[in-house]
């Protein structure tokens, strides 16, 4: 019988609230809460106006303010990390082609060993060019130093990596990379191009997409996975064993809109959810059971089955 299908939930990392209570406060009370995971998004820097077309609207415009306060996704996890003891923690999505492969390989071992095992790393290309030219890397290659990143990581993660020399990057032989990983960190590949899709199944562990709550579209969930599932097979890969995780946004105290569509979502081959919550409303736990409620679940934890 397929695993229940999983609630995850956003730690703010951006914004007043990890200033107002702190990023470790917030961490704790999504783990008291009872959600199965926490995750944190990555912005290094934003520019004064956004030109980029934003890949996750309907018109392609993002519509925050860029004066918004991003801290650091890595160091974010790392403070959930020494707070929590049970939820696993994921990052949605970090912009990997603009960090050091080998530094950031590091940093994720870290955070995998301190958690016991926890870590969950979401991985994408990338789409805001104004970003790119900030850091002074190539907007034009960041799939082709994704796709090598991802093998650089994991090449690090063994402790021992075999010398490399890449398109965009060389590594000398005899070099030693630890900590290592606890067990084989998850790489969930997001993005919604054919592209993104096919990587997220000839080479991640799955995909994480990215819907809001008013525009939720199984068929695309559906179609995605179908996509990946080809691109596994072609690479002599098992698809049954690529997860799917959806992070719905605009869903902070819209239990009562998200919880009917749960066995909905579960049955177009979502895994997990990461959802919003309203921190301003009746508190995490009490969104969290009257999402369970709602979607008709059974006893917590356990959930229903889809």
Known sequence: MPARLQIGAKLPNSGALPVERGLSELARVLERAGFDSVWVSDHVVLPGTIESRYPFAADGRATWPTDTPYFDALIALALAAAVTERVSLGIAVLVLPLRHPVVAAKQLATIDVASRGRLRLGVGAGWLREEFEALDVPYATRGSRLDEWIELLRMCWT???????GRHYRLPAGVRCLPTPVRRVPILVGGHSPQALRRAGAVGEGWLGQQSLGDLDTAEIEAARRTMAEAARAAGRDPDGLAVVLRIVESAGMTAQLAPRLRELAAAGV?????????????????????????????WPGGWRR
């Open 271 to 299: 895994d997990e959810g990461i959802v919003d919550v309203d921190w301003a409303g009746g508190g995490a736990g009490a969104e969290l059971r009257r999402l369970m409620a709602g979607g008709a679940w059974g006893s």
């Open 159 to 165: 402790g021992t990596p075999d010398p490399h020399d």
